[in-house]
Structure formats: structure tokens, C-alpha cells
């Protein structure tokens, strides 16, 4: 558990360090894997390999942070995750590059549920508004930066001495664990997180985040090409156009953090964000570099709505001493979204034209803001404050 303001701080920190690392190499590895001859297909298949892990993994990671430790498994998915990316600067086959994303891609699942169990299990912020938005402030932060600075040194000097950058910087984030303590665990029964998942409620809300995460796919895979061959953006303008966009992802997240909690409020601000980010990522897809920068931010306003309110409904339907494990279901159910999404994508954008699969993925967006009509809970009281009759509450937090 966070026992202090300057742990908090610390959290941020690693937030910000990993994810300026790890987004910059989602987004910008595809026009390296490009030089390197990869076609659609290997693009797609790489990239699915990095949501693949996840599905496997987050749930086991999580019931690991509610049972025995959460410091420990962030230390060495950092330090993993800082010797792959080395590794990865120097592969030249498409094989090796699958299996080198597919071990990324189980670093930073681990490193994205360890940290966010270790913030959901955090008691000391009482407006889950405020202690959500800032969390995602920092995590959005982090890629618009790290975007900027990789496309400034691949422009300079190259995608390898990019990732060695990106390894060293994410070892050196490790140091700012010795800050961090005040865990606690408890014995959890396997049971206990089916009595979690498998209700109306819960498997409604799943639904809604794995169509949610397949335009993820869309991101990975298609969107760096797109913005080199359909819009005639060099490596630079291309990381410029990805960064500065991010920053609007950011400005909502903060926008959020500065609202009271309210449930009708953040449920309409929610299907707001889905239709924000559905719209703006179909019209994106034009020729025209500002209308599609201009959309792009729409987007990214919109997924910054998204991405704050989903981890506080999260939240809000488990206990604080299951919440690792539930929640990694969770991740993992939107990371088999990411996959698909991956695959499907590629897969129809290389084949039929890069601007087609933001039209599909949008739309799908703009569809699932109509389910969130039914998905989203009414109710969706935060936990902290009075628990929601979803299963058993026998135990104290």
C-alpha cells in the first residue's frame, strides 16, 4: 500500500519513465520494422505477440500482488524489461522480433497490473476522481515525451541507440522503488475472483472494454504507416504528430482529477469519450494533415475520458483484497481485444488500404457507446466509500 505523498510521487515517476519508454516503441517500431522488410502480416503478428502475453499472465500476476508481493514484481519486470528493449534494437528477423515483443509484452502487463493493484489497494485519496485522473496524468504523459524524444533519435542516430536509451532509463526507474512500502496481502481463494467476474454486472463491463481495446490494434500496427504513406510525414513529424496529439489525452485526464466524484456525471462523461474517441478516430483517416491532427486530438481527448473513468469503475466493483487479481482478468480480456484488433487490422489495412481500418475501428467505438448504455453500472458507488453489493463482503480491507 501507498503509505505517503512522496511514495505516490514515486509511482508517477516509474509511470512516467516506463511508458516513455515502452509507448514510444509501440508507436514508432512499425516504420523500423518497415526498413527491415516486414510485411502486414509479420507487423500484425508482432504486435499481437506484445497483447498476447497478458492474456495469460495478468491474472496470475495480480493474485501474485494480492497474496505476496507487488514491489518485487515491478523490480524485475523493470529490469527485464530494460535488457529486452536492448535486445530488440539489435533484431533483424521477424521471428526473433515476435518473441522478444511477446516477452515485452509480459513485462509491461506485469508492470501494468503490479502498479495499478498497488494504487487500487492505496486508501489515503478520497476523491476517486482526483486520485485517478492524476494517475492517468502521469501514464499519458510519459509517451507524449518519450514519442518525441525517439523520433528525435532515430531521426539523429538510429533505432538502436534508441533502445539502449529506453533500456538504460527504465533500469535507473527501478532505484525509485526504495521509496515504496506499507504492502499488505491476505489469503485469497480462487472462488473468491469468480464470485467477482462471473455476475451480470461485471461481464457486461467486460464486454464493453474488449471492444473498447481493439482499436488498441489499430494504434500499434497501422498508425505510424498510415501517418508516413498516407499523410508524406517523415520519422520526426511523424513521432511529432503522435506526441503532441497525446498531450490532449493528458489535458483530459486532468480535467477529471479537478471534478468532484459523481456517478451520473462520470457515466456520461464516459459515452462521451466513446463517442469522442470513435469520431475522431474515423476522420482522422483523410489526406489532409491538419484536419487529421485536429481529429487525432478529438481522439485522444476522447480516450483520456476513457481511460481515467475505466480504471475508476474498475475500481469501484472489487474488493481492495481481491482487486489484483479481478482486475487482471480485466486487463487481460482488453489486451485479447488488443490482439484481434492487431491481427484484424494489419491484416485489412495493408491488404485494402491504411485509412480503412480507422473508419472499422471507430465505428466500432460509436457502437460500443451505444452498449454503454447497458453496461456501464447506474450505480457505480466507489468502493473506498460504500461497497457495491456484487458478491460476498465478509472480509475487512
Same mark, same amino acid.
Given at each position: 500500500m501507498i503509505s505517503t505523498r512522496m511514495n505516490t510521487r514515486r509511482i508517477h515517476l516509474i509511470n512516467f519513465v516506463r511508458k516513455f519508454a515502452v509507448a514510444a516503441v509501440f508507436f514508432l517500431a512499425p516504420l523500423h520494422f518497415l526498413r527491415l522488410g516486414f510485411g502486414g502480416l509479420a507487423i500484425g503478428v508482432i504486435v499481437s505477440c506484445f497483447a498476447a502475453a497478458p492474456i495469460l499472465?495478468? !491474472?496470475?500476476? =495480480?493474485? &501474485?500482488?494480492?497474496?505476496? %508481493?507487488? @514491489?518485487?514484481? &515491478?523490480?524485475?519486470? #523493470? #529490469?527485464?524489461? %530494460?535488457? #529486452? !528493449?536492448?535486445?530488440?534494437?539489435?533484431? @533483424?528477423?521477424?521471428? $526473433?522480433?515476435a518473441v522478444l515483443f511477446l516477452l515485452v509484452g509480459l513485462a509491461n502487463s506485469a508492470l501494468d497490473v503490479s502498479i495499478n493493484s498497488l494504487y487500487y489497494k492505496d486508501p489515503s485519496e478520497e476523491n476517486p476522481n482526483r486520485k485517478y485522473g492524476r494517475y492517468i496524468l502521469w501514464l499519458s504523459l510519459g509517451p507524449a515525451a518519450g514519442i518525441l524524444f525517439g523520433g528525435i533519435l532515430i531521426f539523429s542516430s538510429g533505432f538502436p541507440l534508441l533502445m539502449m536509451v529506453f533500456g538504460a532509463i527504465t533500469a535507473l526507474a527501478a532505484f525509485s522503488l526504495r521509496g515504496i512500502d506499507g504492502e499488505k496481502f491476505s489469503v485469497v481463494e480462487i472462488r473468491e475472483y469468480r464470485a467477482d467476474i462471473f455476475n451480470r454486472r461485471v461481464l457486461a463491463f467486460s464486454l464493453f472494454l474488449f471492444i473498447l481495446a481493439l482499436h488498441w490494434g489499430v494504434e500499434g500496427t497501422v498508425y505510424s504507416p498510415f501517418l508516413r504513406r498516407g499523410l508524406g510525414l517523415d520519422d520526426f513529424q511523424v513521432a511529432l504528430f503522435i506526441s503532441m496529439a497525446y498531450l490532449s489525452l493528458a489535458a483530459s485526464s486532468l480535467l477529471i482529477s479537478r471534478l468532484k466524484f459523481d456517478t451520473r456525471r462520470n457515466r456520461v462523461l464516459f459515452l462521451? =469519450?466513446?463517442?469522442?474517441? $470513435? &469520431?475522431? #478516430?474515423?476522420?482522422?483517416?483523410q489526406g489532409d494533415v491538419r484536419l487529421s491532427f485536429f481529429f487525432r486530438v478529438v481522439h485522444e481527448a476522447g480516450d483520456g475520458l476513457l481511460a481515467v473513468l475505466s480504471i475508476l469503475y474498475i475500481s469501484s466493483? !472489487?474488493?481492495?483484497?481481491?482487486? $489484483? $487479481?479481478?482486475?487482471? &482478468?480485466? %486487463?487481460?480480456?482488453q489486451t485479447a481485444g488488443q490482439m484481434a484488433g492487431a491481427l484484424i487490422f494489419s491484416w485489412l489495412g495493408f491488404r485494402s488500404g491504411l485509412e480503412y481500418p480507422f473508419f472499422v475501428a471507430g465505428a466500432l467505438l460509436i457502437v460500443n457507446a451505444a452498449l454503454g448504455l447497458f453496461a456501464l453500472p447506474q450505480e457505480a458507488a466507489h468502493r473506498e466509500s460504500t461497497p457495491a453489493p456484487l458478491a460476498r463482503r465478509t472480509h475487512e480491507y
Open positions: 499472465f495478468a !491474472f496470475p500476476t =495480480g493474485w &501474485i500482488n494480492d497474496r505476496f %508481493s507487488i @514491489k518485487r514484481v &515491478i523490480l524485475v519486470a #523493470l #529490469l527485464a524489461q %530494460s535488457v #529486452l !528493449f536492448i535486445a530488440i534494437g539489435h533484431m @533483424k528477423h521477424a521471428a $526473433g522480433m462521451l =469519450g466513446m463517442m469522442l474517441s $470513435g &469520431i475522431g #478516430l474515423a476522420l482522422m483517416a466493483l !472489487f474488493e481492495k483484497r481481491t482487486i $489484483g $487479481g479481478s482486475a487482471g &482478468i480485466l %486487463s487481460a480480456l
